[in-house]
């Protein structure tokens, strides 16, 4: 975990915790370059009841290396399995 993440670990409950990684791991980040995704939470970000969407985040990618602002999407919830 990222030194954002342990800080915020040790101020908020277990369960409000895992909301948040929850949460962050629905935002993603997509390379303009190769196309790699990855999360907010994969990056040591954290998003949790946002009141404003945040379009794009800077930072590096994991496979290409390309230092970019990464465009910040929601993933589409899915379908529960019944
Ligand atoms: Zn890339």
Known sequence: MSLVQNIVRAVTS???FR???EESLR??????E???QT?????GGIR???S?????MPGRCPQCGTKQLFPVEEE???QPLS
């Open 14 to 16: 277990e369960k409000t």
């Open 19 to 21: 909301e948040m990684e």
């Open 27 to 32: 935002w993603k980040l997509t390379c303009k």
């Open 34 to 36: 190769c196309g790699f």
């Open 39 to 43: 999360s907010i939470w994969e990056q």
């Open 48 to 50: 949790y009841k946002a």
């Open 52 to 56: 404003s969407i945040k379009k794009a």
């Open 76 to 78: 589409e919830s899915r």
